[in-house]
């Protein structure tokens, strides 16, 4: 593409003019000249060239100012300028042209292999970031699409799972009362065909709690982080979690924590997601470990460990557990599935990564990343 390039050759003196302009048409460059700072502006604007080599010197208006007007205007900020300075004055011409908006200069008198290089790698240069220009482009619209489609997408799990709730409650409701009114004298399959409804009825309104849940976790731009002491939310996630610890005789060890760069209710909803987890696929002939430990990986960021010596989890479904309603399990487990789904998308949105590691039969350990707090004191993530 280079080779096509359009190049406008700018100076007053007609033999140097000439010998430069030849150099280029033979480099493969379509070439055009002018020896006049005015000629030099209204040719930008009737030939559009990809690169300009402007002499410093010209009769009419100063090379420097030539730059300088020519770069005044929004549409030719793309156009590489190349300013041509004497080797006697460069440092200040040199400053002054970079200064003036020139993305380079060569110093008279001007090898021919230089010229011809320069003006490539400039060309070069130029392509690269209209590319990275065009990606930044076609990035943001996609984000700006991407966050559309969640926030509708959002916004319909919400109405849906909220205008859901409603009716379902009615359903639940009135089957129970009807079950409890004809209690005795129903036949066994028909009392049996209730409880049926009944369940059902309670599954479906977990799973719309649930989805309800889903829907309102935060996105990462509306999370509000702050420095969050782990060793705290590990102490509020095995509160919550007492009572089935208690039963499950499960032995959950935490090591030292630190403080990481997040947002409180969610890191608590993760821990003990991922606790309750261990204790619903423990192995029941083993008594449950659970072990919590943290490292730090990098300056920037810490890693969480949640051990257990469960069940285990086959590598097949390592991706597809943390899709939501995703499940390994049964009826016989309670749950809906969307635990997992729940801890990426508060992980993410905190600027971490979940992942797990598993043995079938030996146990599983989940690790998630997050942000360290700044070390120089300022307030906000160590970047
Ligand atoms: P739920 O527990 O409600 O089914 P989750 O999203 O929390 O939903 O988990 C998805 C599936 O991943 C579970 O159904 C289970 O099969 C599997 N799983 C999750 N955690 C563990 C664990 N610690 N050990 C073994 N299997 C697990």
Known sequence: MSELARILNVDDHEVARYARSRVLAKAGFDVFDC???????????????????????????????????????????????????????????????????????????????????????????RSTERELAAANKKLDSLNRELQRSNDDLKQFAF????????????????????????????????????????????????????????????????????????????KWALDGLAESIFESNANVVAGPLPVVWGEKGGLVHVFQNLISNAIKYRRREHSLQVRISAERRSPEEWLIQVQDNGIGINRAYWDTIFVPFKRLHGRDVPGTGIGLALCRRIIEAQGGRIWLDSTVGEGSTFFFTLPAVASNGSLGPER
């Open 159 to 234: 109405i849906a799972s909220h205008d859901l709730q409603e009716p379902l409650r009615t359903i639940g409701t009135f089957v129970e009362l009807m079950q409890e009114s004809f209690r005795n004298r129903f036949q066994p399959d028909e009392e049996q065909c209730f409880t049926y409804v009944v369940e059902a009825a309670k599954r479906m309104r977990n799973l719309i709690d649930d989805l309800l849940v889903y829907s309102q976790v935060n996105r990462e731009s509306d999370v509000k982080p702050a420095p969050v002491d782990l060793g705290n939310v590990i």
């Open 35 to 125: 020896g006049l700072g005015e000629e030099a502006l209204a040719m930008v604007a009737t030939h559009t060239p990809d690169l300009i080599l402007l002499d410093v010197h010209l009769p009419d208006i100063n090379g420097l100012e030539v730059c300088r007007r020519l770069k005044a205007v929004p549409e030719n900020a793309s156009v590489v300028v190349v300013q041509i300075t004497a080797s006697a004055l460069s440092p200040t011409h040199a400053t002054a042209a970079l200064n003036n908006g020139a993305d380079a200069y060569i110093t008279e008198p001007v090898d021919p292999d230089v010229l011809v290089a320069t003006v490539r790698a400039m060309l070069r240069l």
